[in-house]
């Protein structure tokens, strides 16, 4: 249903405490132009070889840690496991993702770090790469790292990331 949400986010507000929870988090609402922005910066401070180092190992940890997490939270396993992901993912705005575990590819439309991002000759999704990767170990078992071989700001219709196992 075009514009249904799962409803897979558990929220919680404590107005007076100034506190705002998804999945019991202690969470902050931040605009994905405010991220890339953020990103921008860091880029234009230690080069974007060094944003990019930077940005794919926080989400590699945050990918680690939070597909941990769910699969405990939910208690499924397979592809039940991972039609949730792909669902609760996109229900944040990370975009619409398709995961393929056979070949270890994950596809997006409409990354939030590519669209607001902007032009780019290179790939851009350097967080939402490193937490694929962590998403790829906890699902594979196994050290995995990630490329982005497509990326919407490099003018393709979508981001393509390539899971590959860490010899």
Known sequence: MEGARYNLIKEKWDIENGEFFTQELPTIIMSSAIFVGIQKLAET???????????YEAGKKVGVLRT???????????????????EFLTELGWGKLSIDTENLIIKVKNSFAAKNYGNSDVPVCH???????????????????AEEIKCAACGDDFCEFVLKQIE
């Not at 967080?127 to 790292?145: I, K, P, Q």
């Open 45 to 55: 401070m230690v080069g974007a070889d060094g944003a990019a180092v930077i940005f």
């Open 68 to 86: 941990k997490s769910w699969k405990d939270e939910w208690g499924l396993d397979g592809q039940e496991f991972i039609k949730k992901m792909e």
């Open 127 to 145: 967080f939402l790469r490193g937490y694929y990767a962590g998403m790829g170990e906890v699902l594979t078992n196994r050290a995995m790292d």
